[in-house]
Structure formats: C-alpha cells, structure tokens
C-alpha cells in the first residue's frame, strides 16, 4: 500500500483467548481483553505501553471504545475498521501507517466473539441483501456454494478437489493440541456428510465457536529489544469489490487478484518466495480461488493444485497449518487468529505443525461473500 514502508513494523506478541463453547459469564469483551493480556505478556508489554487500540467485532459496534472501557486506557490513536473477517488485516495496515507516522508507539488489535454461546444469527449483523431476500438464499453458505458451483461448471473442478481442502486442514488441527475437531477425516466422509447447500455438506463449512485474539504491533527498532522474535510487516494490500454475491462480478476471480500483487509488490516477493500461507477457509472453495488469485497456480488450476495431500501436512506447500476456519477455530471474524498462526510460524513456534526454515508467511483475510480481501505478508529478521 502507497506510503508503507517495507518491514518498518513488527508483530511482537500474539495470543488467543480461550476458544471453543466459552462458558455463559463471558462475553466477546471479556475475551478481547484476555487476548490482548496474554498478547501483551507474550512479548513483555504492559498494558500501560499500549497507546493504539485497533479492533472490530460483529457484537460490537463500538469496539474500541468497549475494550478502552474494559482495560481503562486512554490510547492517543484507534480504529474500528469492520469489513469482515478480513478486518485485521486492513487493521494492521492501519497500525502500521499510525506507527510509522508517530500517531502511536505500541498498537494492539483485537477480537472476540460470543457466537456458539448465543448462536451465529444472533451474534451476526444483519446483512444487507434486499435484493436476494426473494430467493431464500441461506447466507453466507449458498453465496459460497454459487462461487463453487460457477468454479466445477467453468474449470471442471470436481468435488472430491474441493472436500481435500476440509481433508488437508482436518491433518493440520491434529497437529494442533487448540484445535476444535479432532477426529480424522476423508474425502469420502467430506462429501457423505449433512448436505447444507449444494454442493457443499457440513464438512465443507467452517466452524461456530466462541473466542478470540490478539497482537501486538510496534516499530522494528523497539521490537529488537522485546521478548520473543519479531514478524517483521514486509507488504499488505486489500480490495473491496462488491458486498452483495449477485453483485460480485466473477463467482471466480475474487479481490485476492489485486490485494495479493499489491502485498507482493510492497514486500519485494513473489509466491515463489512463501514458505507457509494462510488462507480465510470459511468455506473449502476458498483456499482453491486464492490460491489462483494469489498467484499460486493459475486460474482454474486450484481444484488440481491441492490433489493428493499437496496442502496438508508433509506436501509441497503449507496451507493453514492451524487446522484452519474448517477444523482449528472460527470465532466469525477469522482473520486475527490466521494473523497469529502466521507469527507463530515465523518464529519457529508451531511445535509438531512447524514449517521447517520459515522466514515469510503469508496471511490472507476474507469478509462478506467474497467482498473484501486483504494479504499480509509477513517475514523474520532474515528478510529484511
């Protein structure tokens, strides 16, 4: 992004809060705030080091102002940025431009997230689909359904292609002891499963839990002197292309194609380059469109590309090695915890799942139907 400078950021602490069915007394507030302490502790911060507060959450429509509240602070800047769960990506390109420019010295971003408690709906927005309301549409699961359905018609992707990408992150999240399902998984189990919304079942959609998380976000030249290793911020990028899914204009081609370059561009890399990626799997179509959109295979090979276990554990490129939105955790917004996930990784800390020799991850959040897309990009100390 115009005005960012490569690698002048570090994420320096990264945490969840407890996740899973959160027991009634603790509300999405409460697990922000949980997040941002053991974030906060993770690099040797205190709280009173903290002078921007970046966050968003669906049950909140002051979120910043809400953990303020909560921790009684009193940061010199903030931002509440909400376009999905893609939001904390574009936070942290937000973090990095106000700490770069002096408007902050330490930045916390944060989420939480009451929906298994009190259910999706519930914890959910309404969305904003007067046009599609005549048809029923089972949101966001058929809008998804229709980029996958358009993806098998168009390219020939089969659905046995898309139940391995559930299969591959199912590998994953049993290397991960915080990891929500920890049954093995097959193809065969994938597309027998409870149909939702053709042509997926449920093990093509992402998981409903409680939970959250946190980072923590300062200058490079303060975070040499901090607890743990930094991830260095070597590019970002986002684009917002539609919000309804009868407006989208290609069920195949999503705004990773242009966040994607922006975020390489910035860090000097190419796709080549990533040792371990990221990807917002609300849906198993996901991870197959940006992994074409990102430049990883070309468009209409992703179905192809993740065949015979190229993603999990063991393949030739590392796809959400957390276990996922599919099988780790997924609070509603999802992109914070694929931001962690990609901290842990670059600094060596992902125990049996860990990425042998990484030194550049890549995060990449998804809000809406589709509708906004942001990347990350993120390095150690070795790519600078």
């Given at each position: 992004?115009?005005?960012?400078?490569?690698?002048?950021?570090?994420?320096?602490?990264?945490?969840?809060?407890?996740?899973?069915?959160?027991?009634?007394?603790?509300?999405?507030?409460?697990?922000?705030?949980?997040?941002?302490?053991?974030?906060?502790?993770?690099?040797?911060?205190?709280?009173?080091?903290?002078?921007?507060?970046?966050?968003?959450?669906?049950?909140?429509?002051?979120?910043?102002?809400?953990?303020?509240?909560?921790?009684?602070?009193?940061?010199?800047?903030?931002?509440?940025?909400?376009?999905?769960?893609?939001?904390?990506?574009?936070?942290l390109?937000?973090?990095?431009?106000?700490?770069?420019?002096?408007?902050?010295?330490?930045?916390?971003?944060?989420?939480?997230s009451?929906?298994?408690?009190?259910?999706?709906?519930?914890?959910?927005?309404?969305?904003?689909?007067y046009?599609?309301?005549?048809?029923?549409?089972?949101?966001?699961?058929?809008?998804?359904?229709?980029?996958?359905?358009?993806?098998?018609?168009?390219?020939?992707?089969?659905?046995?292609?898309?139940?391995?990408?559930?299969?591959?992150?199912?590998?994953?999240?049993?290397?991960?002891?915080?990891?929500?399902?920890?049954?093995?998984?097959?193809?065969?189990?994938?597309?027998?499963?409870?149909?939702?919304?053709?042509?997926?079942?449920?093990?093509?959609c992402?998981?409903?839990?409680?939970?959250?998380?946190?980072?923590?976000?300062?200058?490079?030249?303060r975070?040499?002197?901090?607890?743990?290793?930094?991830?260095?911020?070597?590019?970002?990028?986002?684009?917002?292309?539609?919000?309804?899914?009868?407006?989208?204009?290609?069920?195949?081609?999503?705004g990773?194609?242009v966040?994607?370059?922006?975020?390489?561009?910035?860090?000097?890399?190419?796709?080549?380059?990533?040792?371990?990626?990221?990807?917002?799997?609300?849906f198993?179509?996901?991870?197959?469109?940006?992994?074409?959109?990102?430049?990883?295979?070309?468009?209409?090979?992703?179905?192809?590309?993740?065949?015979?276990?190229?993603?999990?554990?063991?393949?030739?490129?590392?796809?959400?090695?957390?276990?996922g939105?599919?099988?780790?955790?997924?609070?509603?917004?999802?992109?914070?915890?694929?931001?962690?996930?990609?901290?842990?990784?670059?600094?060596?800390?992902?125990?049996?799942?860990?990425?042998?020799?990484?030194?550049?991850?890549?995060?990449h959040?998804?809000?809406?139907?589709?509708?906004?897309?942001?990347?990350?990009?993120?390095?150690?100390?070795?790519?600078?």
């Amino acid at each position: 992004m115009s005005g960012l400078k490569r690698g002048s950021v570090a994420i320096v602490g990264a945490a969840e809060s407890d996740l899973g069915q959160v027991v009634p007394d603790m509300s999405p507030v409460d697990l922000m705030a949980q997040a941002t302490m053991r974030a906060l502790d993770d690099c040797g911060l205190k709280l009173s080091d903290v002078d921007g507060v970046f966050a968003a959450a669906s049950q909140l429509s002051m979120a910043t102002v809400d953990i303020c509240e909560y921790l009684d602070i009193q940061p010199k800047y903030q931002d509440s940025t909400r376009i999905g769960g893609s939001a904390f990506m574009s936070l942290l390109a937000h973090a990095h431009l106000a700490l770069q420019q002096g408007l902050c010295n330490v930045a916390m971003i944060t989420y939480g997230s009451t929906q298994r408690s009190v259910t999706r709906a519930a914890a959910s927005p309404r969305e904003n689909v007067y046009y599609e309301t005549t048809y029923r549409p089972r949101l966001p699961v058929s809008a998804y359904a229709l980029a996958a359905s358009r993806h098998m018609a168009q390219f020939g992707t089969t659905r046995e292609q898309i139940a391995e990408v559930a299969v591959s992150a199912r590998k994953w999240a049993l290397l991960n002891p915080r990891a929500w399902e920890k049954d093995p998984l097959t193809i065969e189990g994938v597309i027998n499963a409870r149909p939702v919304s053709s042509p997926f079942t449920v093990r093509d959609c992402c998981l409903v839990n409680d939970g959250g998380g946190a980072i923590i976000v300062t200058t490079a030249e303060r975070a040499k002197s901090l607890k743990k290793k930094p991830a260095y911020v070597l590019g970002v990028g986002e684009c917002m292309s539609h919000r309804n899914i009868s407006s989208m204009p290609d069920f195949t081609v999503t705004g990773a194609a242009v966040s994607g370059p922006q975020a390489f561009q910035m860090a000097g890399l190419k796709p080549a380059d990533v040792d371990v990626l990221g990807l917002y799997d609300a849906f198993t179509i996901n991870p197959i469109l940006f992994l074409e959109d990102l430049g990883f295979c070309p468009k209409g090979e992703g179905g192809r590309f993740v065949e015979g276990g190229r993603i999990a554990p063991g393949g030739e490129l590392a796809v959400n090695t957390s276990g996922g939105g599919l099988s780790y955790c997924h609070p509603g917004m999802y992109g914070l915890m694929i931001l962690i996930e990609q901290v842990r990784q670059v600094r060596g800390e992902a125990g049996k799942r860990q990425v042998k020799d990484c030194n550049i991850s890549l995060a990449h959040g998804n809000g809406g139907v589709l509708s906004t897309q942001c990347t990350a990009i993120l390095g150690s100390e070795a790519t600078l």
